[in-house]
């Protein structure tokens, strides 16, 4: 889960669910680059700030060892 969206300035993103370990969160531009890494576990929560990207469409990628989960964010 990632909020808010469309966002401006900081988005929070929440990894739900169980996850054995830590996840890693991977913040993309539509191209591919990441712009920001970060690691999380199950029910925590992770943020980044939007405030100095531009406007457009990026990806926030979640990835453990059994789950791959990606979400459009749309930074205003």
Do not use: C, W
Not at 35 to 43: D, L
Request: hydrophobic letters at 35%.
């Amino acid at each position: 889960e990632a909020y808010p969206n469309p966002v401006r300035n900081e988005l929070t993103v929440r990894a739900k669910g169980t996850v054995s370990g830590k996840g890693r969160l991977l913040l993309m531009d539509v191209s591919g680059r990441i712009m920001g890494a970060t690691e999380i576990r199950s029910n925590d929560f992770a943020t980044f700030s939007m405030s100095r990207y531009v406007s457009g469409i990026y990806i926030i990628k979640y990835t453990d060892e059994h789950t791959t989960q990606t979400i459009k964010v749309n930074k205003e």
